[in-house]
Every structure is written in C-alpha cells, then in structure tokens.
C-alpha cells in the first residue's frame, strides 16, 4: 500500500545530507549533552537577534491586543510593511521600488514557491549553478518544473556563464542565482551578473513567454573583507530578487521574506498580482503579521556579523592546519572544504 505519491516518495528516499547530519546532531546531542556536540551542518543561527528586537516586540504587542491586531492582512502584506520594505530595496538595489512591486512572502523559500507556482508550467526547466541549496529541486518540482544545475567554475565556484547559456532550451523559464551563495560562501562578481543578465536580455528578444533572472539573497549582508553584493535587479528589465530575514536578523523561525520585480518588467504587474495570488492559494494566505511587523521595525539592523565572521577565520584556521583544501568564502556562513574527494558543506553556527 502507498500512501503517498511515487515524487514525494523518492524525494523522501533521497532527502538532504545536510538534513540527516543535523538529524543525527539532535540525536547525539541528547545522548552525550549540548556542548559535547559541535554541530556544523543546518543552518540554523545562533546568533542572537539584535537588541533592538525586544522593543520592538514590545511596540508590537501594544498594539496586538486592539480589534485585528493580529488579524488577517492584505495577501500582499501590511501596506505600510511593504512601503518600508520598498524604500530599503530602493537603497539596497540601487533602482526605485514601490511599494506595489513587494509582496511580503512566508521567508524566502515562500517567495521561490509562490513565483514558481506563478510561472512554472510542466515541463518547463529552471538552471542553477552548482553547488546550489538543495531544495531548488522540489520547490520547482512541485509544479512540474526541472531544475537543471549547471557546474560552477572551480576553484572559486564562480558561475559558468557560457555553460548557463547553452544550457537554455525553449522551455527554460528561470536562471536562479544564489550571492552571497550557500554552500560555497561565493560572492558572484558584477561583471559575471552582467553576462548572466545579456543571456537572459538575449533570450528574451525571441520569446513569448520570458526568461527571468530570479536572485535569492537571504546572506546578502553577510560579506566580508570589504566584498560587496552587487544588485541584481538593474540588469535586466527581467530579474526578480527574493530574500528573507531568517539570517539577516536571526529570525528563521518567524518565516518573513519577501519578493520583488523589477518594475519595468514587461507586464509586470500581473507578476506581482499572480505571486499575491499564489501566495494566497498554496496556503500561505499572508507572511506572518508579527514578522511582518519586526522586520519593518529592523529593516536597516543586522546581527552581530563580526561573530560569523570571527568564526569563518577560525573554520580556516582548523581547515588549513589540518591541510585540507578550501576555497575561503567570501560570504554568507557556510564553508565547502574538499574532504576524501568530496565536496562538504559546513555551516558556521558553533565557535
């Protein structure tokens, strides 16, 4: 007998290493206590949030107890959210945003479901350098979609902008790029974004149904050693960007992303209003309020980065002397050591 369906089944079988590491981290932890396990796997961050939070939940719970406080919202999010929302992307990727090009979405990875409930049709493929988060494949998968890695050049993991382009059928919808890039820690230069973009641009004069460049950005603040993130979303009238608060601002729990588009997309608005509309019917219904709420309150903080990045020089210390080769990120929290002809991911959640 078969309870579930034959996909969901092999994903199952075929579930995350990184996943079953932190499974059995959990399980260790309980056998031999907390501190005899250093667990370097899930993301999950430790770093507490920044003080400000507390008055800010404060502020919000003053108000949580008024009729609707914490009612429905708009399926797009508090208007006044998505207008803080707006003039912060408006600074971060160097272009005007309104508030109608936001939608608040359930963390980033509500964003990439709810645009590719919006844009994937069966069949349809979506790129992605690799390595990539693991859960690309089911969040396009579920509609359908294909995702199609493409080898990231070594050693830096730069990505492979001629192998990306003929990798790009008639049926692919999406290149997706993750910078700062989780696992590799790689900041993925303005020159190759560029090129990136003109494929897209290229592509695009000959289609109907259009190429979008989709930048998911949750580690955006994390760079180091004066790196710097470039925007995406001035290269190509094409690009979307999607990102969240669960690392930025400790908030992982609290599952506040959001999603923009550039707003000289063609047909732009029914991107935002199909998205608004997906995010309505796969559940999701709103981005939580209360986050919704914190994020807007903290939208200019972050958390202590000097600690991750404090971390990530100890993690090449402890790589290094014990001679394993490493490509030292560049961003994010996580480190790709090779390890008996393996790449292996770390995350960099325990000093």
């Not at 949030?49 to 404060?58: G, I, N, S, V």
């Not at 272009?95 to 936001?102: H, Q, S």
Request: aromatic share 8%; net charge neutral; glycine share 6%.
């Amino acid at each position: 007998m078969q309870t579930v369906t034959t996909q969901i089944k092999n994903s199952m079988a075929s579930s995350s290493w990184i996943r079953r590491m932190f499974e059995k981290g959990l399980e260790l932890k309980k056998q031999y206590g907390e501190d005899a396990v250093c667990d370097f796997s899930l993301g999950n961050p430790d770093v507490p949030p920044p003080e400000r939070t507390k008055d800010a939940l404060a502020h919000i719970a003053e108000n949580a107890v008024k009729p609707l406080g914490l009612g429905y919202c708009p399926n797009a999010g508090i208007p006044a959210v998505r207008e803080t929302m707006a003039n912060a992307l408006t600074v971060q990727q160097e272009m005007p945003i309104g508030a109608k090009d936001v939608v608040m979405t359930v963390g980033a990875a509500g964003a990439l479901v709810s645009f590719f409930r919006a844009v994937i049709e069966p069949g349809d493929e979506v790129i992605t350098p690799a390595p990539y988060f693991v859960e690309y494949g089911a969040y396009c998968g579920h509609f359908g979609g294909i995702l199609k890695p493409v080898p990231s050049l070594p050693p830096t993991f730069r990505p492979d902008v001629a192998a990306i382009a003929a990798a790009v059928t008639p049926r692919t919808r999406a290149i997706i790029v993750n910078s700062p890039n989780n696992p590799t820690g790689c900041i993925y230069s303005l020159e190759d974004l560029k090129q990136l973009a003109a494929v897209v641009d290229s592509v695009n004069e000959t289609r109907e149904r259009p190429l979008f460049l989709l930048s998911d950005e949750p580690y955006r603040a994390f760079a180091y050693d004066g790196a710097k993130v470039p925007a995406i979303l001035p290269l190509t009238k094409f690009a979307c960007v999607l990102g969240s608060f669960s690392k930025t601002l400790s908030l992982a729990g609290e599952r506040i992303g959001y999603f923009v588009a550039n707003p000289e997309m063609p047909d732009q608005t029914s991107l935002i209003a199909a998205v608004t509309l997906t995010n309505r019917t796969l559940g999701f219904v709103n981005a939580p309020v209360i986050g919704q709420r914190l994020a807007a309150e903290l939208v200019n903080e972050t958390v202590n980065l000097d600690i991750y990045n404090r971390r990530r020089l100890l993690m090449a210390k402890v790589l290094a002397d014990a001679g394993i080769e490493f490509e030292m990120p560049k961003g994010a929290f996580t480190s790709l050591p090779r390890v008996l002809s393996r790449m292996m991911p770390f995350s960099l959640m325990r000093s």
